[in-house]
């Protein structure tokens, strides 16, 4: 894959996450910026607009929940099944690393009649989204809900409702055209066990000033915007993170991932007695293995 470490940034702030709590912790808030992200995601994936957009919305999800993840060593892998072309698209955070793919990002619809991307049609309007937490001590955690309409930002909130019983605003968007992303980023808001539900009601007032959330990233800092959109509820800002778009994937991975292939698939490859390339679904990196390397697979498998 070209690199091109040359492209213009459209925003020079970085990619973060920023977590703060409401009234005394009634309530937290998780916004994050993820445009350079999704400007790399877009590149590396080679993908539409459409398929970017619906990137520039999971990414931001993902970065927020694995935000939620106390334990550094936690991996969550968020898994978006619709019944869209875009098939599956698969995200994945740990601590301040993410990684996303989709399996037709190539794929671009036309635009909506209110002239919007159209990201549901693209998703699919029904379908799953599974999410799987997994920490090194124990057995994966996973819970699943189901699409509620494909935009992601509502099904996302619904996830959060139902599959972890807690009342949750969600907004994400990605504003993008003609192949350049101009911001992505989201926000998510959760009431606390004890919130009052006068709280959430003034709370759900709030929604018009972030619901257009990729503009209103655009040209402003995250904390600029918590202070103003939270005034009078006692934002209490607890501290702010990088996030990057960094794949954990390695030859040595690559190498168990030949050897899970088993005797006879491996024989197969021998047999053409030419060099093999993988390359990683989140990243595309390449990496070639060799007729000897193969042979050492065959004696170790
Ligand atoms: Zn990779």
Request: hydrophobic share 40%; proline share 4%.
């Amino acid at each position: 894959m070209k690199q091109d470490k040359q492209a213009p940034l459209i925003h020079p702030a970085a990619d973060s996450l920023l977590r703060l709590t409401l009234n005394k912790g009634e309530a937290r808030v998780l916004m994050v910026r993820t445009t350079r992200m999704a400007q790399e995601a877009a590149r590396i994936h080679q993908a539409s607009d459409t398929a970017t957009a619906a990137l520039g919305r999971v990414l931001p999800a993902c970065a927020m929940m694995g935000g939620l993840i106390k334990e550094e060593a936690g991996r969550l892998t968020v898994t978006v099944m619709g019944d869209g072309p875009g098939g599956r698209i698969t995200c994945g955070a740990q601590a301040n690393r993410l990684k996303i793919s989709v399996e037709n990002p190539q794929v671009e619809l036309p635009r909506t009649a209110d002239g919007r991307l159209d990201v549901a049609g693209y998703v699919g309007r029904s379908g799953q989204l599974a999410v799987v937490k997994d920490f090194d001590q124990c057995d994966p955690f996973t819970s699943i809900s189901h699409l509620v309409s494909g935009e992601l930002g509502e099904d996302f909130a619904h996830y959060f409702t139902v599959s972890e019983q807690v009342p949750s605003l969600v907004s994400l968007g990605c504003l993008n055209q003609d192949g350049v992303v101009l911001s992505s980023g989201g926000i998510l808001i959760q009431a606390m066990p004890g919130c009052p539900g006068q709280t959430i009601a003034q709370l759900e007032l709030r929604i018009p000033f972030f619901a257009n959330i990729s503009r209103e990233i655009y040209d402003r800092g995250l904390r600029e915007l918590a202070l103003a959109w939270f005034e009078g509820f006692d934002p209490q800002v607890l501290g702010e993170e990088e996030l990057f778009l960094r794949c954990d994937c390695s030859r040595e991975k690559m190498r168990r991932a030949l050897l899970a292939l088993g005797r006879q698939e491996l024989e197969d490859i021998r047999q053409t007695g030419e060099p093999t390339q993988l390359t990683c679904y989140f990243c595309r990196a390449q990496r070639d293995f060799d007729t000897a390397e193969i042979d050492r697979l065959l004696q170790e498998a």
